[in-house]
């Protein structure tokens, strides 16, 4: 079955310009590759690469971009870092680089239009009135791709008595749009002119690419990164406020779409490092889907320590942990009692790359979080949680997030660079179309099982959350089958058996991918034997259909059922499809609803 697609032109700023928008699930998206990439950086103009006419994308300057993407995130004086880091927070402060903001006045899409007060006895298990807070960021926004370009000149006001607004269309063309602009328009437009442009060539977010044939302007401003902004509104169940929101902006690598491979080249003082995942619908679906459930988790006993501790594994960019951060902060403001505990956060990956980002994130979103280097996978993964945990109760996590790589890539589809990186990684490959953050191993469940494992271990014994994003192999098909399929059963077998009982829901589509469709779309290419190599691949390991899904664990709390045995318990549940997509479709508030109703029944476990 085809996942369900919504497709839109938006013209933006003018109708000379289309960006096309696409409400999708991961499954689904093309990693088509720009060009393809030369070993050779483009370094001298006597060699200046040949590009169309009037060509702005960055995807058709990645090459000569080698050297000032093995810099992103590097620092030499932290103090000065951290102290650009912050200037670039009231940059996009004053700018209003929020994705409400972007959404209505760059792409003229609707908006929760808020006022004081306006909660009423509307039925609390009815997400109808937040429906155009979804998604929480823009997914629907894709990087324009080789060949095409954005004219700023043809449309920007600049003397509009709205000042910001012309510098929040520059930041966008740059950061969500990967469109070059000229940098005498830069510093004509944006905030703060030549001195803002510095802060983004210190921080490694852009750099300068001198005239050619295709831009006869003088030099261009070219992003290397994408500044996702992020939205977290209030929390279902709590009181309408105007501030009852925390806007965040993260960074990561560039889209597939732009980048074109999955791994950063090694330089002469930089090792080689996998690429950051950009934030996609799976990343935005585990937000949006604990966003409306979490007050349900915290008001049903869930936590009553002083602290409340987040551990976010294969944290990428930090999205999830940093994401649940802002919900705390949102819940600080309706004046929750949560108000009084101190929050720690923790993110772990394999990948120094995504450590540097996360830490990037967390001091542009005023936050700490505590990065830990470490390959899941690898005999010794739990000893440098462990010894940053303790091996105490009073120690553990509250809530373990996780979104790891999870396509079951066969050999000649995975990046050998990338996945070099893990310590365990044996697997022979000849090519770079899914790396270090997409592959999960051949059965693609590499990394969940080892998360599973993990979590009894970390998590507190007394209602603690593992809350776990994925594709799922072989998910059930139909709802209230007499007979647990299998992969409920290696999920309670990963979990294991301890002294508290544990319950937890696995949430996929009704309609699953058979594996010829997951083939089809994995094999990013309609060549026959690409296809079939996939098609053999799935076969080989019983893989017969794939579903995006969503998976909540939780110990039981205390004073609990004493008569639920140890060990873990896993229903499921099959989200229906609906006009607005299906579980991970970024705006489809009818499957957050729908698993924010059976996740608030999990919590009083």
């Keep these: 079955m085809n996942l369900p697609f919504l497709w839109a032109l938006v013209f933006l700023f003018s109708a000379t310009v289309s960006v096309v928008l696409s409400f999708h699930v991961k499954t689904s998206s093309r990693h088509k590759a720009s060009w393809t990439r030369s070993t050779q950086v483009f370094a001298n103009r006597n060699n200046q690469v040949s590009r169309p006419p009037d060509d702005t994308s960055a995807a058709s300057r990645i090459d000569e971009a080698t050297p000032f993407l093995q810099q992103v995130g590097r620092y030499t004086d932290m103090d000065a870092w951290e102290n650009d880091i912050d200037k670039l927070h009231e940059l996009l402060h004053l700018t209003r680089y929020h994705h409400s903001t972007i959404k209505k006045r760059i792409f003229n899409l609707p908006i929760n239009e808020r006022t004081n007060d306006r909660h009423n006895h509307e039925d609390e298990e009815s997400l109808e009135k937040y429906k155009h807070e979804y998604p929480f960021g823009p997914t629907y926004v894709r990087p324009i791709a080789v060949g095409q370009s954005i004219d700023l000149r043809q449309f920007i006001n600049i003397n509009t008595t709205e000042e910001w607004l012309s510098s929040l269309q520059v930041l966008t063309t740059l950061f969500l749009l990967s469109s070059c602009v000229p940098s005498s328009l830069f510093t004509q437009t944006v905030v703060g002119g030549n001195d803002t442009l510095d802060l983004l060539l210190r921080l490694g977010l852009v750099y300068l690419s001198p005239a050619d044939n295709a831009n006869k302007d003088g030099e261009l401003v070219v992003p290397v990164v994408h500044l996702f902004p992020l939205q977290i509104p209030q929390l279902p169940g709590t009181r309408d406020r105007l501030d009852l929101v925390k806007d965040m902006v993260f960074m990561t690598d560039l889209h597939p779409n732009v980048l074109s491979v999955t791994t950063i080249p090694s330089g002469s003082d930089c090792p080689e490092e996998g690429a950051v995942m950009y934030i996609g619908p799976d990343s935005l679906a585990l937000v949006h889907h604990l966003h409306a459930s979490f007050l349900g988790y915290l008001n049903n006993g869930n936590t009553d320590s002083s602290v409340f501790r987040v551990l976010d594994v294969c944290s990428g960019s930090g999205v999830q942990a940093l994401a649940a951060l802002g919900m705390l902060d949102v819940l600080r403001k309706s004046g929750h009692e949560l108000a009084a505990v101190d929050v720690e956060a923790v993110a772990v990956d394999v990948n120094q790359r995504a450590l540097r980002f996360t830490e990037f994130n967390a001091r542009l979103n005023g936050m700490k979080v505590t990065t830990v280097q470490s390959d899941l996978l690898a005999d010794n993964a739990m000893v440098s949680i462990e010894e940053l945990v303790g091996r105490g109760e009073s120690k553990k996590f509250d809530i373990l997030l996780a979104n790891p790589p999870f396509i079951p890539t066969p050999n000649l589809v995975s990046d050998d660079a990338a996945l070099s990186l893990r310590e365990t990684n044996s697997i022979a490959t000849n090519s770079q179309s899914y790396g270090l953050f997409s592959s999960g191993g051949v059965s693609g469940e590499d990394c ?158």
């Design 448 to 605: 969940l099982c080892a998360i599973i494992q993990m979590a009894p271990r970390v998590l507190r014994s007394d209602g603690g959350l593992m809350a776990i994003v994925s594709e799922f192999m072989n998910p059930p098909l139909r709802d209230l089958d007499e007979q647990k399929c299998m992969l409920l059963t290696k999920v309670e077998q990963w979990w294991g058996s301890h002294d508290v009982a544990a319950s937890g829901v696995l949430f996929t589509n009704e309609h699953p991918l058979d594996s010829q469709v997951y083939a089809q779309r994995r094999a990013l290419t309609d060549d026959h034997g690409v296809i079939s190599l996939w098609l053999n691949h799935l076969e080989r390991y019983q893989i017969e259909h794939v579903s995006p899904g969503l998976l909540f664990v939780k110990y039981q709390n205390k004073g609990g059922n004493p008569n639920n045995a140890p060990g873990c318990n896993i229903d499921y549940r099959l989200v229906p499809k609906t006009n607005n997509g299906s579980v991970w479709t970024p705006h489809n508030f009818n499957a957050v609803e729908y698993t924010m109703k059976i996740l608030n029944d999990l919590y009083q476990s």
